[in-house]
């Protein structure tokens, strides 16, 4: 029986996975990735265990307790695409002891099983400062993984029936995001509280001592003890490790049972009150419905409000972390403004792709390419050119450093508006992939595809080409002061003229090739 | 009403969404009301309503915000948008769903809000594919009620569908495709030919007979 659920589990993902050409690329670049991991993770222990055998141990349960946390924040995430879900199982006669016994087996057996399983090999290499703790580790291997499993699977199935929330789905997709987009950050700050933990190292082996009494590193937390020579800590916490095992697989059991006659339903969201304001505000013309549209998007699609977040946030980001860094000097920062158009770019290059099929209502309502692609400006507009001032004028303020105000603002604001009409250009020839509505933004096709990259390529080279009189005059103001103000003047002007051409060309575009734009942004399903 | 039917994969879908401008056709014509569909697009889109497929939706929107979407995109004057969007949220029996987001929407829902944003310029052409297609018997007949008044006040219908006694019911004209091609067209009664359509449905398209021995053991005695 469990074997069938390794089977149908490992054939679900090989269907999903060689549906496409693209498809099998991302699978070869995955198994190539998760592949790099193990290797990088076998060598750093075997490495650290040759250059510093004295830290291996807390390395080890360091790293040990964190690939639980990890799989169950994986398994919540993915939990909507339960290739296992119980629901899919009632109608047939299978008891919930069957059904656990399957999760557990499909978990071990499965991608993320064989990648642990290749860490826990490399952490036995790493136990062999001391034999009793290597042979110890090596046996209770298994135990590790089922642990792991239980703990994911068990967290994931308590939490599926609120995740079936719409909203609560969105919200967390979005923190989600945000954290791992940040994760350099926290990098950075863990990496500080380690060097602050490290001269109290005492304290920190204190508190691992007591992690290794929990169930997310108790299997590690004996080989620690038996490496103190301390049998009767190192019994605890072997019984601490099987009795986990028991509760939680008793604890799977019980939820699958239920799940089996109660099944989870998606459950949607409320009413949503007033909203009117922005109808108020745009004309109420196709221009103006698809800029309201778009907007609204912008705020309940966790796609967009992704996107939305990023723009501004994106060089925000970039300037903090280079200004605490010492990266470039503190004049400069205004300037790091011109990651805003980068993002814009992509934004406004991929919107059509993110109205997956929902874009044949423009099509079948005789919506004219024009003014489809000036509402969509407009709305990405209405976010971006005022960010575009503020990306360059707040951090002036901050530092006191006016000099440079004039000249930054005539490179991020013309740069922002030409994107913008470049980007409805180019977005009808190479309208990219974009996950499907519903989906999560990390879903197939965050990435965007070969066109996306394309679209920035030709983008980038279009914009700086266009900016040349502009990013001329800024360059003549470093002697002459006022010429700054004329590069200003001259890089508004020239940044509406794009945007205005972009929008009429790219209209033209999408008139004629509304159809073939559909279909390329429908295909890959 | 004309009814298109054919089984599964005949390409009703994609005849539909060559007439309605979704997929360019590699050669051929598409007149609606005398408007070429791939020569005049804007005009002969504005004389047609189309019932969008599910995914087709701008699902997050309210019911109310996608049918005033709708009315806008078609540059009808706002005060009409709005009064009509009334309108067909009270016939359609969703005035309580107004403000719920379409995502959220069951599929006999959605199916009606799709409807309604077909129906708001008041078109001349109506094209359906599968209108009835998970709507309950209270909606299906609210539907049915509202296609019929269309017919009666000089507006054409086109459905898909592959229910024959609901087509018999409601069309006066029928073709039958398959594989690509139409089969048959004409009035109901010519289509039909004194069987019922069921029948001449079969005929066309042909029927797969069970073998003698063919699931015998689902038989127990």
């Known amino acids: 029986m469990a074997a069938l659920f390794v089977k149908l589990q490992w054939r679900q993902t090989f269907n999903i996975a060689t549906k496409s050409v693209w498809a099998i690329v991302g699978l070869v670049f995955g198994i190539l990735g998760a592949f790099g991991l193990m290797i990088a993770s076998f060598f750093g222990v075997v490495a650290l265990r040759v250059a510093l055998p004295e830290i291996v141990p807390t390395a080890i349960l360091l790293i040990g307790a964190l690939i639980p946390v990890f799989w169950t924040v994986s398994s919540v995430m993915l939990s909507g695409q339960d290739q296992l879900a119980?629901?899919?199982?009632?109608?047939?006669?299978?008891?919930?002891?069957?059904?656990?016994?399957?999760?557990?087996?499909?978990?071990?057996?499965?991608?993320?099983?064989?990648?642990?399983?290749?860490?826990?090999?490399?952490?036995?290499?790493?136990?062999?400062?001391?034999?009793?703790?290597?042979?110890?580790?090596?046996?209770?291997?298994?135990?590790?993984?089922?642990?792991?499993?239980?703990?994911?699977?068990?967290?994931?199935?308590?939490?599926?029936?609120?995740?079936?929330?719409?909203?609560?789905r969105d919200v967390t997709s979005i923190v989600l995001m945000l954290l791992l987009v940040t994760v350099g950050v926290w990098a950075q700050l863990a990496i500080g509280a380690a060097a602050a933990v490290g001269e109290s190292y005492d304290q920190f082996g204190a508190a691992l001592n007591v992690v290794a009494y929990t169930p997310l590193a108790a299997t590690y937390?004996?080989?620690?003890?038996?490496?103190d020579g301390s049998m009767v800590v190192a019994g605890i916490r072997l019984l601490i490790a099987i009795a986990t095992a028991v509760v939680l697989f008793w604890l799977l059991e019980r939820m699958l049972s239920a799940r089996l006659t109660n099944p989870v339903q998606m459950r949607g969201g409320g009413t949503i009150k007033g909203g009117g304001l922005l109808e108020r505000l745009f004309p109420a013309t196709p221009v103006g419905a698809i800029a309201v549209r778009s907007l609204r998007y912008r705020r309940r699609d966790p796609r967009h409000v992704m996107n939305t977040i990023l723009m501004p946030f994106l060089p925000v980001f970039i300037m903090v972390v280079y200004s605490i860094n010492d990266v470039v000097g503190l004049e400069t920062l205004p300037y790091l403004g011109l990651f805003l158009p980068l993002m814009v770019l992509t934004v406004v290059g991929m919107d059509l792709a993110y109205d997956h099929a929902n874009l044949a209502m423009h099509i079948l309502a005789g919506v004219t390419g024009r003014d489809d692609r000036a509402g969509r400006a407009l709305a990405i507009g209405c976010w971006a050119v005022p960010f575009a001032v503020l990306l360059v004028v707040v951090p002036t303020i901050f530092t006191g450093i006016w000099d440079h105000l004039v000249p930054a603002l005539a490179l991020v604001l013309p740069a922002t508006l030409m994107v913008l009409g470049i980007a409805s250009f180019l977005g009808v020839h190479l309208p990219g992939r974009a996950p499907k509505p519903g989906t999560s933004p990390f879903g197939k096709g965050s990435s965007g595809g070969v066109q996306a990259f394309l679209l920035m390529g030709l983008g980038l080279v279009a914009a700086v080409v266009l900016m040349l009189p502009t990013i001329a005059l800024v360059i003549a103001g470093i002697w002459t002061p006022w010429f700054d103000w004329?590069?200003?003047?001259v890089g508004v002007a020239s940044g509406i003229v794009v945007l205005v051409l972009g929008i009429r060309m790219g209209g033209k575009a999408l008139d004629k090739h509304f159809p073939r734009v559909l279909a390329a942004i429908t295909s890959e399903s | 009403m004309f009814g298109l039917l054919g089984p599964?994969?005949?390409?009703?879908?994609?005849?539909?969404?060559?007439?309605?401008?979704?997929?360019?056709?590699?050669?051929?014509?598409?007149?609606?009301?005398?408007?070429?569909?791939?020569?005049?697009?804007?005009?002969?889109?504005?004389?047609?309503?189309?019932l969008p497929e599910a995914s087709q939706l701008f699902d997050r929107l309210t019911g109310r915000e996608l049918l005033r979407y709708s009315g806008l995109l078609r540059q009808m004057p706002p005060a009409d948008v709005a009064q009509r969007t009334d309108e067909l949220l009270d016939a359609l029996g969703m005035t309580d769903a107004a403000n719920k987001l379409v995502v959220d929407y069951s599929s006999g829902m959605t199916k009606k809000i799709g409807l309604a944003t077909a129906l708001i310029h008041a078109p001349g052409l109506l094209v359906l594919d599968e209108p009835f297609e998970s709507v309950d018997p209270v909606s299906g007949e609210t539907i049915r009620s509202i296609l019929k008044s269309y017919v009666a006040g000089g507006g054409t219908v086109v459905l898909s569908s592959h229910v024959m006694e609901l087509v018999e019911n409601l069309c006066d004209h029928v073709a039958i495709m398959a594989e690509g091609r139409v089969l048959s067209a004409g009035t109901l009664d010519e289509v039909r030919g004194g069987a019922g359509l069921q029948q001449k449905f079969l005929d066309l398209v042909g029927v797969h007979q069970l073998g003698e021995g063919s699931l015998a053991w689902l038989r127990s005695s």
């Open chain 1, 86 to 168: 119980a629901e899919k199982f009632s109608l047939l006669p299978v008891t919930g002891r069957q059904l656990a016994a399957g999760h557990v087996a499909a978990g071990v057996f499965g991608i993320g099983g064989v990648t642990a399983l290749v860490w826990l090999v490399a952490a036995t290499i790493g136990w062999s400062v001391a034999w009793p703790a290597a042979v110890a580790f090596a046996v209770l291997i298994p135990l590790t993984l089922v642990n792991t499993v239980l703990i994911a699977r068990v967290v994931a199935i308590a939490l599926a029936r609120a995740f079936a929330s719409r909203a609560l």
């Open chain 1, 221 to 227: 937390g004996v080989s620690l003890a038996l490496l």
């Open chain 1, 486 to 489: 004329l590069a200003l003047l």
């Open chain 2, 8 to 50: 599964n994969g005949a390409g009703k879908t994609t005849t539909l969404s060559m007439a309605t401008g979704l997929l360019r056709p590699d050669s051929g014509t598409a007149f609606v009301l005398g408007r070429d569909v791939w020569q005049d697009p804007v005009a002969a889109k504005a004389a047609m309503g189309v």
